[in-house]
């Protein structure tokens, strides 16, 4: 019996990395350099207060209600951006036309929300690690997804996010940059 010999593209041999440093990029590349290159991070006030309120989301599960599953910490990858890591919470909304998961019965339209510390902020490096998570599923389940939310903790409140073709082409590149980094093994330098 012969086997037909799977094909290797550049794109599925990258290493890859945390989705969250798209956000950490996105907010300072050389301080994401030091995290990716250097492993060096140093938790501020800000930063533990925002991971303590964090960890009260990071509990993997499945909540069903009545024609709809949230999935929280539901781990996704793309070989196409060449990142990995977990969605907080993906709302799965039951609808004909929706794709099949394997966590139930019938078909789902997919909605991704990502967690957030603090107060309601327009900050573009957050709508990019949600894009990200998107276009992950996307890959993941053949399946397109226009808009996601941002959820603020310490507001209770919700960004509606479109995930437009300009937000998409900017999660692509930051993307790329990162893997440049890591292919150089460069830190990028301080921008006051």
């Known amino acids: 019996r012969c086997r037909k010999m799977q094909s290797y593209s550049a794109e599925s041999e990258r290493e890859l990395f945390p989705l969250s440093w798209l956000t950490q990029y996105g907010y300072c590349p050389r301080r994401c350099g030091l995290m990716a290159l250097e492993q060096l991070w140093t938790e501020s006030a800000d930063t533990a207060a925002g991971r303590a309120q964090h960890e009260r989301v990071h509990t993997a599960r499945i909540e069903r209600r009545s024609g709809q599953m949230n999935l929280y910490e539901l781990p996704v990858f793309s070989r196409s951006l060449g990142v990995n890591g977990k969605c907080d919470c993906v709302e799965a909304l039951e609808t004909p036309d929706g794709v099949e998961l394997p966590y139930g019965q019938g078909r789902y339209r997919l909605y991704p929300v990502e967690y957030k510390h603090g107060v309601v902020r327009d900050e573009e490096e957050y ?51 990162l893997h440049e980094i890591r292919k150089k093994l460069l830190d990028p330098d301080a921008v006051y």
């Not at 053949?142 to 998409?168: K, M, N, Y």
């Open 127 to 177: 709508q990019i690690q949600l894009c990200a998570q998107a276009m992950c599923l996307e890959e993941m389940f053949d399946t397109e997804i226009p808009e996601g939310a941002l959820f603020f903790i310490s507001s209770h409140r919700r960004l509606e996010i479109v995930l437009d073709e300009s937000l998409r082409q900017q999660t692509r590149k930051l993307a790329n940059e």
